[in-house]
């Protein structure tokens, strides 16, 4: 077993590509407080743990990352069937699911509410002082 450092580019790069999930993952979770939070970790210069990831060529259903966070989506509809094949390469994420598809959400996707696309936005100006919920950085919902 190795380590080795990534960064959230390369990782948004290699979504879906290279970088997909086991079909035995269970879907995303996070409401949308726990993704508010895990941003204002990061802002605030906050260790958010490390990855599991498994590089494989066995055969095993490869499941996409969401471009946009849908709550109840057909897990079905995000396999990809050409990854999947025994042969592939493909790195699986064994832990972290709900932290990376929080962070591709954030920096390279969106949230579906009622059909409605919404975006994250943040001012990275602010920070200087805490909510009422001891965030720093909330960001600011716009459709």
């Known amino acids: 077993m190795s380590y080795r ?4 580019h390369q990782l948004i790069e290699d979504r879906n590509r290279s970088l997909f999930l086991p079909h035995i ?3 995303f979770v996070w409401k949308e407080d726990q993704m508010i939070r895990l941003l204002d970790s990061l802002m605030r210069g906050y260790p958010i743990q490390t990855f599991l990831l498994w590089k494989t060529k066995e055969f095993i259903k490869a499941r996409k990352f969401m471009d946009a966070i ?3 989506v ?3 509809k995000l396999y990809d069937v050409q990854k999947s094949e ?3 390469e493909k790195v699986f994420v ?3 699911q709900q932290r990376l598809q929080t962070l591709f959400t954030i920096f390279d996707g969106a949230i579906l509410d009622d059909g409605k696309r919404r975006e994250a936005w943040i001012d990275l100006l602010s920070g200087t002082e805490a909510d009422d919920e ?3 950085y909330s960001g ?3 459709d």
């Open 74 to 76: 057909d897990l079905h």
């Open 134 to 136: 001891g965030l720093y």
């Open 5 to 8: 450092s990534q960064s959230l």
């Open 70 to 72: 849908e709550r109840d």
């Open 86 to 88: 025994e042969g592939v």
């Open 140 to 142: 600011d919902r716009r």
């Open 25 to 27: 993952q269970r879907p």
């Open 94 to 96: 064994l832990d972290g």
